[in-house]
Every structure is written in C-alpha cells, then in structure tokens.
C-alpha cells in the first residue's frame, strides 16, 4: 500500500516536473509570464535584481529603451521606452510595481512561486493578479504590436516600481516627483486595478487614502475592585463606543445600497493594547494607567481631512478625557494644485473618451468607473496633476488579490495582451491632448 502510494506519488512529482520544465523551455506568452511569476518578489526580501534582469531581457527582445533608476539603494525603478514619431507630444506611462505581498504556502495548492498551469488554465501564483499581469501584458502587446510594424506617434513609458506594497516611499514616492519623470513629460498613465467576477472591465479614477489612528488614554491607575473616573480603560472603551458609532453612519449607508465601500469612510480597530502581563496572562486585580487602540482609517478623496480632524481631537480622543492621539497619513490626498485625487471619467478628459473606445474596439465592455477600496501608487502620478486610471484586464475572475491561490486564467490573460494592444495603440495615435 505504502509502495503504490510512494510510486504515485513519485510518477505524479515526476509529470509535474517534466511539464514544469517544458514549459520553462518554451517561449510563448504564457511561458514568460509564468517565468516573471516564479521570480519571489514577495516582501520582506523581494528579488528585485531577478526581477529587474528579466524585465530588462525581455525589453531588449522587443527593442526597447531600459534604463534603472535608483532612488534608495537596493530599490530599484526600471524604465522602458517605446519612442514615438512625435516626441513633442506629452507621452504615455505604463506603471506596475515589481513587489508583492507574501503567500502562506502551505495554504495554496500549489507552491506561490511555481506558477504551475492547473488543466483548466489556472496560473497559480502570488502576483498573478496583483500585479506582475499587467507588467508582462504591456511587453506582449508592445511585441505584438512591433510585430505588425505599428510605429506609436506619442512616446510610451513602461514604469517598474519597488515597494508598492508597503507603501511605496522608497519607489513611487520618489519616482514619479523626480527630474527624471518630470522630463518624460507624461500626459496619460494607467497603473493597476483589480479584477472583475463579471464580464465587464472594472476602471478606477481614485483611491482612497490610509491614515494609521492611534488613540491612547491615561488614568490613575487602581484596585480592581475600585469603581472611580477616570480610568484609562473607562476613557478608551468611551472613545471606541464613539468611533463605532461613526464607523456604522458610514457602513449603514453602504448597507443600504447608496453607496459602494470605497465612497465612504472606513475606520476599523485593528488592535487595543493595555493590562499588566504576568506569567499567567494579565494581572487581574489591578487596573492599568494606560491603554491604547489603533484603526485603519481610509478618507474618500472629496473628504474633508481638516474635519476628520477636528472630529478626532474634539470627539474620538479629546484632551479632556486624558487622550492623545497620533494620525499617520499614508500618501497624499490632494493634488499641487490643492484638488482632490481623481481623474474625469467624462467627456472634459479626452484621454479618457480614447480609453474607452479602446476597449469598446475589442469587444469589452467597461463597468461603471469607481473608486478603488484600497490604494495604488496612482496616486503619487495624480499628485502631480497627471490624469491616471487603475486598469487591470480581467473578467471572470475572482478577486484574489492577497489571498491564498491567487490565479488567473491563461485565456483571461491572453485576452488582456490583445486589450492592452487596442489601448496602447489608441492612445498613442492619440494627437489631439496637448497635455
Ligand atoms: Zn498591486
């Protein structure tokens, strides 16, 4: 029994290491975009140099300008360009991040960093959403495209950043503000978005912006037989009773249907911290002089940031109830010009009329434009007051970005390839936008 056991095992190992390998070997679109996947690029020690020798080999492959930028050490942002026949026009950028966040593997089905290609199609790995799709789409339908000898008027960019995914201080943040980007003299980006379980393509014009809350509270500390004012425990559990109470204002308008979770504000306790440890736990029979909490805050983009404010030091951690609080904004929220983070998805954005013909042209249809729940380096581009939508070609598809068996279907990705040829070649024929 063991032996049969042993010999199935063996020869199943053995068959996945054949097709493993042959399609290692191969050069087909499906090929290396299971190679970008099996590059870990998963924090806290993401490969970038792998990542970026891969990149760079494919962009020479199809003939395009790579140059790597380093802004922190051992953070690197690699920057391809296609030029176009009129350089005088403002160019296109094509972002994605090189990073991605880590997988539990004995959580998946299949190893996260074996893209293995289940029967059904499923690519299996961590990134295979978010985002190393995008990344290996752009160079495919660029290559396409090359192939048809179709000769861009406008300059594209293809943008790769470090660190996304923890914030992107040391990438993003120091890219997109610096000379170098300033010279690109980009007038249209597209950077990541999510995927769709329907059959429309899902676009995003916004995102909302994270503050990390920490509210803590003094008190005389006691006997915890003592009822008294004034603990610190009395005053934390007071100021959580009040930020609930805004947190379900905010959720029962979703609740209701008028309004999707990205266009309200969220706050969610993400940990409290007080007590005396002992070796059992907690002493029990004390009451602690301090106690602390701390919340996952995301502003909407037309949210008034002055007024959250108020509302935290006035009602959520007031001084008159021994509270202090510490706000740590994550990003930006308006752009130089002092204007909220989002980019018109109507006619006075003439990019965004191309975009939607492009995909129009391929047959895809595009769901209603939203506000991503979460954030994306878009927002360090729309700081600058450049128009950027979050797009990422995939319909039908669960939405697993950081989740245990993150896939996508090799047919969903193929189709993306010829989504992106239809969006790359319409915006840079594209010669109306000055800027
Ligand atoms: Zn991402």
Not at 38 to 47: G, L, M, S, V, Y
Not at 66 to 77: D, H, I, S
Not at 147 to 173: C, M, Q, W, Y
Not at 213 to 240: F, Q, W
Request: with cysteine.
């Amino acid at each position: 029994m063991l032996n049969v056991h042993h010999s199935l095992l063996l020869s199943l190992t053995l068959f996945l290491l054949v097709s493993a390998q042959e399609e290692h070997q191969q050069d087909t679109p499906i090929a290396r975009f299971q190679r970008y996947l099996r590059i870990n690029t998963a924090h806290p020690n993401p490969d970038y140099p792998s990542a970026i020798s891969f990149l760079k080999f494919q962009a020479q492959s199809i003939d395009l300008q790579a140059r790597t930028l380093e802004f922190t050490p051992g953070k690197p942002v690699l920057l391809l360009t296609w030029p176009g026949t009129n350089p005088s026009l403002p160019s296109i950028l094509l972002n994605s991040h090189l990073d991605s966040v880590p997988a539990e593997p004995s959580k998946w089905v299949h190893p996260p960093f074996s893209a293995v290609r289940s029967p059904d199609g499923k690519i299996f790995a961590r990134g295979a959403q978010d985002d190393k799709c995008i990344a290996v789409q752009y160079l495919e339908a660029i290559r396409n495209l090359k192939a048809k000898n179709f000769a861009p008027i406008r300059t594209v960019h293809l943008s790769f950043v470090p660190d996304e995914e923890i914030g992107g201080l040391d990438g993003a943040a120091k890219f997109f503000p610096s000379k170098v980007f300033e010279e690109l003299r980009v007038g249209f980006a597209l950077d990541e978005g999510q995927a769709s379980p329907g059959d429309e393509f899902r676009v995003f014009y916004a995102d909302r912006s994270p503050w990390n809350l920490v509210i803590k509270a003094e008190g005389t500390p006691g006997h915890g037989s003592r009822m008294y004012d004034n603990t610190a425990m009395e005053n934390l559990m007071k100021s959580v009773e009040v930020i609930s109470r805004f947190r379900e204002s905010q959720f029962d308008v979703v609740k209701a249907g008028d309004a999707a979770n990205s266009e309200v504000i969220s706050i969610n306790p993400v940990y409290v911290k007080a007590g005396i440890p002992s070796p059992n736990g907690f002493v029990m029979n004390v009451q602690p002089s301090e106690a602390e909490a701390g919340f996952d805050v995301r502003l909407t983009p037309t949210a008034d940031p002055d007024l959250l404010r108020r509302r935290i030091a006035e009602e959520w951690a007031p001084a008159w109830r021994n509270m202090t609080y510490k706000i740590t904004e994550k990003g930006p929220l308006r752009d130089y010009m002092g204007r909220p983070l989002m980019t018109p998805t109507n006619d006075s954005n003439p990019w965004w009329s191309v975009f939607k013909q492009a995909i129009t042209a391929v047959g895809g249809k595009l769901a209603k434009p939203e506000i991503l729940v979460s954030t994306t380096d878009a927002r360090y581009i729309r700081q600058l007051g450049i128009p950027a939508l979050g797009f990422s070609p995939m319909t039908n598809t669960p939405i697993l970005l950081h989740d245990h068996n993150e896939f996508l279907k090799d047919t969903v990705y193929l189709k993306g390839v010829e989504v992106y040829e239809s969006i790359i070649s319409s915006l840079s024929s594209f010669e109306e936008a000055s800027h």
